[in-house]
């Protein structure tokens, strides 16, 4: 495997692990033992035999001809829409809860805001019968209902978390503190995000991606590399997995699509890489969105996958070094691009998703270039937004 962190979890400047004491045995554990559990071969057994006939990969490489048409290069869809459950937050969570029984840990917990992760967590200990417990503000338990009925069908226990904005801040908050005092659980993180080795764990559960992209191309093009890769980018972990055995690769533009929300200067964007500067966030060193005083701004995105005031430590690097570029993407934009990509393709893309589609129309190609779009998810969870833009449109 190759490393993109230095012994200490850095990319460059960023990421380390900053945490309260209390909890550095606890990351210590995972972080001296998860290359070796990754590099074994039951859990490599294991977690193949699961992506293949669970999850559903490989997933598809797409080659949207009439989008292609419309924009003018080959347009390849990367699948993750078609995961089990919709996502390629599967393909982590099922990594991480083997992960945790290769520890002998005997319960998962999470945190989630929107839900999405919550239900892939409570999805894989349904699998794996381990017990698990979501931390969810009171907030998001009230505006979600629909996410937390599927967590506890699946047999979670959703905790609510009532300090606080009483939302996904909270919730993590509240899931550390029963981390530090229950260290025989495995905490189990949604993004690359977070003290080190969740940045690195996650990015190389999330490769799968681009390890199938390249036997994909070389099967359809007679090459393993496209020329421009575009992902969508919230904590980051479809984009890194997307990006990540192509990184070393210069030849190949990496480009992730941030969500401007109601626009970059606006005050209501989620746009890290664009409006954000360095600073810890989630126990990692990293590009956020703060006030002059360092306070945390609120993120706005129409995408509740990516209305996060942060963004992963691999990214911020990336973007540092000029190795990737980020656009920001509004949420009209998105909104247009997913309307776009269901009339041309037949695919309702996730809100996310639709962002790394708008994504296109701000870059400038050639023809005969062979690009790679990760859709990492898909639409049904954001219907009520499309139906309302169909309603404006009609008005
Ligand atoms: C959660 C989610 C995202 C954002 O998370 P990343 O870690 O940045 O990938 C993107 N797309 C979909 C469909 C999601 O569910």
Known sequence: MNRLIDNKGFYGEFGGSWVPEMLYPNIEQLASSYEAILESTSFKDRFNSLLKDYAGRPTPLFLAESLSGALGAKIYLKREDLCHTGSHKLNNVIGQALVAMEMNKREVIAETGAGQHGVATATVCALLDLPCRVFMGEKDVQRQQPNVLRMKMLGAEVVPVSSGSRTLKDATNEAIRYWINHPEVYYLIGSTIGPHPYPDLVARLQSVISAEMKIQLMEKKGRPDPDIIVACVGGGSNAAGTFYHYIADEKVKLVGAE???????????????ATGSAGIIHGCRTLMMQDGGGQILEAHSVSAGLDYPGIGPLHSYLHR??????????????VEAAHLLTRLEGIIPALESAHAIAALHKLQFRESDIIVVNLSGRGDKDMDTYIESMQKRHQ
Do not use: C, F, M, P
């Open 321 to 334: 070094t000029g190795r990737a570029r980020y656009l920001a993407v509004t949420d009209k934009e998105a």
């Open 259 to 273: 969500a401007a929300g109601e626009g970059v200067g606006s005050g209501k964007t989620a746009a890290t890489i």
